[in-house]
T-cell receptor, first 113, second 114 residues
Framework: GEDVEQSLFLSVREGDSSVINCTYTDSSSTYLYWYKQEPGAGLQLLTYIFSNMDMKQDQRLTVLLNKKDKHLSLRIADTQTGDSAIYFC?????????????FGTGTRLTVIP | KAGVTQTPRYLIKTRGQQVTLSCSPISGHRSVSWYQQTPGQGLQFLFEYFSETQRNKGNFPGRFSGRQFSNSRSEMNVSTLELGDSALYLCASNLGDHSQGGYTFGSGTRLTVV
């Protein structure tokens, strides 16, 4: 199946680190993605990780992948008020000739000044 | 380069009508996918087109259809609109091969059915 689960809400203080977690069920995932959605906007690709990697760092963002536990996390260092948004993890699964994305429910991150 | 362009941004339609939404992918991207986003169901995959062919379809009724043109632009059509079709419709483009550069999304079309 393609169940992707996330907690719904996370609040952090400005300057702290945020950690958003995601679990998925399909072990045939090829890539795993993190997207950010601000109010009234589409999805912005933040970062992605290939399924044979266990970590990827990109400036303030660190992605950790535990393939055995099917657990993905996104750490945002020095969280700013502009990071307040909904964060979606997604897995890419190859089906019938195409890679398709399956999304989690999204985690609403609120950054408290 | 230009991003993914969706038109129109907003639409209000009446139950029973039909609607057509448009998506222009990033230049060079041959795959276009469509998603429906609602507060209750989250992001759900509608279908994906590559080289004018539908490669994959999600679990939506036949009232939802799409097509892709030779320039990779895509349209989706919803016939006999229902109140529950009110949603943000997002399209995403991708190179379409097995390499993964991520899927780039448009800003979406917000459809309200009254």
């Amino acid at each position: 199946g393609e169940d992707v689960e996330q907690s719904l809400f996370l609040s952090v203080r400005e300057g702290d680190s945020s950690v958003i977690n995601c679990t998925y069920t399909d072990s045939s995932s090829t890539y795993l993605y993190w997207y950010k959605q601000e109010p009234g906007a589409g999805l912005q690709l933040l970062t992605y990780i290939f399924s044979n990697m266990d970590m990827k760092q990109d400036q303030r963002l660190t992605v950790l992948l535990n393939k055995k536990d099917k657990h993905l996390s996104l750490r945002i260092a020095d969280t700013q008020t502009g990071d307040s948004a909904i964060y979606f993890c997604a897995e890419s699964i190859y089906q019938t000739g195409a890679n398709n994305l399956f999304f989690g429910t999204g985690t609403r991150l609120t950054v408290i000044p | 380069k230009a991003g993914v362009t969706q038109t129109p941004r907003y639409l209000i339609k009446t139950r029973g009508q039909q609607v057509t939404l448009s998506c222009s992918p990033i230049s060079g991207h041959r795959s276009v996918s469509w998603y429906q986003q609602t507060p209750g169901q989250g992001l759900q995959f509608l279908f994906e087109y590559f080289s004018e062919t539908q490669r994959n379809k999600g679990n939506f009724p036949g009232r939802f259809s799409g097509r892709q043109f030779s320039n990779s632009r895509s349209e989706m059509n919803v016939s006999t609109l229902e109140l529950g079709d009110s949603a943000l419709y997002l399209c995403a483009s991708n190179l379409g091969d097995h390499s993964q550069g991520g899927y780039t999304f448009g800003s979406g079309t917000r459809l309200t059915v009254v």
